[in-house]
């Protein structure tokens, strides 16, 4: 059973630092393409950053300077810095993952449960 978690969400102040961390475990064969994600109340769910396999990496425009996500193969951890937070990244974040399980390493995509993200003006 494969299960991700994230965790690092908070209350901050504009202008403050968060990093999330999203972990991956069970029997894992390999963890390739990471996103985060983020959804603030009455909008749409919208893609921050991404990670390749490679280490490729994608930033929505909104948090291009501010935002850096990286990953540690050998914990399994995909990490999302965010520096200079303002009020209108409120939101739940969530991290998308494709894993192949080791018992059949097939691709699947993985969703964490969220974790809240609160920047006060």
């Known amino acids: 059973q494969v299960q991700l978690v994230e965790s690092g969400g908070g209350l901050v102040q504009a202008g403050g630092s968060l990093r999330l961390s999203c972990a991956a475990s069970?029997?894992?064969?390999?963890?390739?393409?990471v996103d985060w994600y983020r959804q603030a109340p009455g909008k749409r769910r919208e893609l921050v950053a991404g990670?390749?396999?490679?280490?490729?990496?994608t930033y929505a425009d909104s948090v291009k300077g501010r935002f850096t996500i990286s990953r540690d193969n050998a914990k399994n951890t995909v990490y999302l810095q965010m520096n200079s937070l303002k009020p209108e990244d409120t939101a739940v974040y969530y991290c998308?993952?494709?894993?192949?399980?080791?018992?059949?390493?097939?691709?699947?995509?993985?969703w964490g449960q969220g974790t809240q993200v609160t920047v006060s003006s």
């Open positions: 069970g029997s894992i064969f390999s963890t390739e393409n």
């Open positions: 990670i390749t396999t490679g280490g490729s990496t």
């Open positions: 998308n993952a494709e894993i192949r399980p080791t018992i059949d390493r097939a691709l699947y995509s993985y």
